[in-house]
Nanobody, 118 residues
Framework: QVQLVESGGGLVQPGGSLTLSCAASGNIFSRYGMAWYRQAPGRQREWVASLASGGAYNYAGAVQGRFSVSRDTAKNMAYLQMNNLKPDDTAVYYC????????????WGQGTQVTVSS
C-alpha cells in the first residue's frame, strides 16, 4: 500500500505563490503517472494538472501558464508550483498517483488547504 502525503498549503495573498509537495512512501512516480486535483467548498473535485510516467504534462485551462507540475523520482516526491494565485484557486489540493483505476489513479493523499485571500 502506497501512502501519499501533501504539504505546503497555506494562506497567501492574491498574486502570490506556493509550492505544494506530495511525498510517496514508495517509488511510484517513476513507474506511474500522477495528477493534482482540487476541491473548493460546495464544488466537485476538479482536475488541475497531470504528469505522465513518460514526462508529458497537461494543465487545466484555469491554471495553464500559472501552475507547473514536476517530480523528483529519486526522492519519491511530486510538486505543484503555483504562481499568480487567485481567490478562485482556494481549495483543498490532492495528490493522486499510481495505476489508473476508473476515472482516477489508485492512491490519494489527505489533501492540503490553499487559501488565497487578502
Amino acid at each position: 500500500q502506497v501512502q501519499l502525503v501533501e504539504s505546503g498549503g497555506g494562506l497567501v495573498q492574491p498574486g502570490g505563490s506556493l509550492t505544494l509537495s506530495c511525498a510517496a512512501s514508495g517509488n511510484i512516480f517513476s513507474r506511474y503517472g500522477m495528477a493534482w486535483y482540487r476541491q473548493a467548498p460546495g464544488r466537485q473535485r476538479e482536475w488541475v494538472a497531470s504528469l505522465a510516467s513518460g514526462g508529458a504534462y497537461n494543465y487545466a485551462g484555469a491554471v495553464q501558464g500559472r501552475f507547473s507540475v514536476s517530480r523528483d523520482t529519486a526522492k519519491n516526491m511530486a510538486y505543484l508550483q503555483m504562481n499568480n494565485l487567485k481567490p478562485d484557486d482556494t481549495a483543498v489540493y490532492y495528490c493522486n498517483a499510481g495505476q489508473v483505476v476508473g476515472e482516477y489513479r489508485k492512491y490519494w493523499g489527505q489533501g492540503t488547504q490553499v487559501t488565497v485571500s487578502s
